[in-house]
């Protein structure tokens, strides 16, 4: 049996209640045909949109260890949506086509229902309303938590790196704007954060799912909107959430509408089911119990552990102690020839980064592949994790390197290119079903380094051409207006 919630105005009118125990539930007030009919259709229809499709979900779920369980393991459980028809254009991904799974969904939702309605006289479906209402409010809380702890412990939007503050803003896509923005003031992502993590567990819950769906609806769509605006290429997975949460929500317009525009006196009970078997209780036990256990409290100790030691984008292996920095060249040779500087040279770098993390980058006056993805956190080892590249032009060379501090060598893999084997792969996959890792690397090219001071680094040996290069650097002493970031993931 459920309790009944009473809500109460100066001056009554005529009360507006609804059933509230299961056998009231059973013999209610026969529903519209109409009605009948679009919750045929809402219900294969969600039940499509809130279960996994792809057979990757389930082949991740039962492999994992769950014994030394990593960030991205729990957090590619809670991250799917449809993946039911990929259209392959630019508007299969940037544009209207990219919501071709939800119309595939819907194309079957319709067909079943309308099947359904051949076999089923039923004159309600308070109960299975219900249950379904649980499928959406948990699919959303579930995939919004991991959502959010990727802002609350800021690594979705990361603090710029130094080869990203000196790229020339025209040298940006409008998503690496935006999201560079967002990155340089993390108290604000926190916030965003904290907002959809009280979203989703406010979701768990039906006795504030209705605040959960409103405060999910508010900041999602404006997430649907701002991925529209950039090209940010997050806009179909956000307005997945809103649809969600406008769903969860629809159950508890009418009351409000009564309550608030009418004015009416309005007495709010719901229904809710009796477990009155023990297996029925330990049952709901410990399905929302480990719901809340897995998404909520351990995986905030995961992203936390994340945050730390092993940010979301950025590549975990720190670089060469004492070498982050924004370098000159002061002199480039290429095959025991000196090439004098000139920005139009398509051989002789123009300037150097080292980062605090295992990336060194080069501008040179070459076409270099464009990443147009968003830089997402999938790929586990560091010459895959792309952000520091995405969106960026500008004839940027980046590349991951391991250091031999005992011979003085860095061996270099091109970063570009990897990332250019998976973006060809992505052109075949979902934008949230991306590898792990680069179906085909390119072997690394080794130099030798030097440092005679603090400020200045020598490179040289053979190039991935086998030509012999020499390149002294001299590190600029340079003081950015941006302030330093006060929340910065990773130990470096």
Known sequence: ???????????????????????????????????????????????????????????????????????????????????????????????????ASWLAALLIAIAGAGIWSIFDRRKEYNILYYWLRVIV??????????????????????????????????????????????????WYQV???????????????????????????????????????YDGGVHVYSAYFVLLALFVLAYDVPK?????????????????????????QYSRYILKGGSVLLFVVILFYLQMWNYLYDPYKQP??????????????????????????????TVRWQNVTFEKWSTITYQVNKPVWLDLSNGGGSPKNDVDRNFELAGVAGRRRFFYYEADTVKQ???????????????????????????NTSKKKDPPYVLHYERPSDTRIILYGLNEKKDSIYVILDRVDKQYLLSPGKLEAGQY
Request: hydrophobic share 40%; no cysteine; net charge positive.
């Open 409 to 435: 060598e860095l061996a270099l893999r091109d970063k570009n290119r990897s990332q250019a084997n998976q973006g060809r792969e992505r052109q075949r996959r979902n934008a949230t079903d991306r590898p």
């Open 316 to 345: 975990v292996n720190k670089g060469i102690a004492g070498t982050k920095g924004y370098y000159n060249v002061t002199e480039f040779r290429l095959n025991n020839q000196v090439i004098p500087y000139s920005p139009e040279d």
């Open 191 to 229: 916030f965003a954060g904290i907002v959809e993590v009280l979203a989703g567990v406010l979701l768990f819950f039906r006795g504030t799912a209705a605040i959960g769906a409103v405060l999910l609806a508010g900041a999602l769509a404006n997430i649907t909107f701002v991925n529209f605006a």
């Open 1 to 99: 049996m459920s309790d009944i919630t009473h809500s109460t105005v100066a001056a009554p009118v005529t009360p507006v209640t609804e059933v509230h125990t299961e056998a009231a539930a059973s013999s209610g007030k026969p529903w519209k045909t109409w009605q009948r009919v679009a919750f045929r259709v809402a219900f294969i229809f969600f039940v499509l949109m809130s279960i996994p499709t792809s057979w990757n979900w389930y082949q991740h779920l039962f492999t994992m260890d769950w014994i030394h369980l990593k960030y991205r393991d729990v957090y590619d459980i809670a991250r799917f949506q449809p993946n039911l028809w990929n259209v392959e254009s630019e508007s299969g991904r940037w544009g209207i086509a990219s919501y």
């Open 137 to 186: 409010r948990y699919r959303a809380g579930i995939g919004i938590i991991g959502f959010g702890y990727t802002k609350l412990f800021p690594v979705q939007m990361p603090y710029p790196s130094i080869s990203n503050l000196h790229t020339n803003f025209g040298d940006f896509t409008a998503q690496k704007i935006y999201w560079l923005s967002i990155g340089i003031v993390p």
């Open 256 to 280: 409000i509408y009564n309550l608030l525009v009418l004015e009416r006196y309005t007495v709010p009970v719901h229904y809710y089911p009796s477990f009155k078997e023990k297996w029925q």
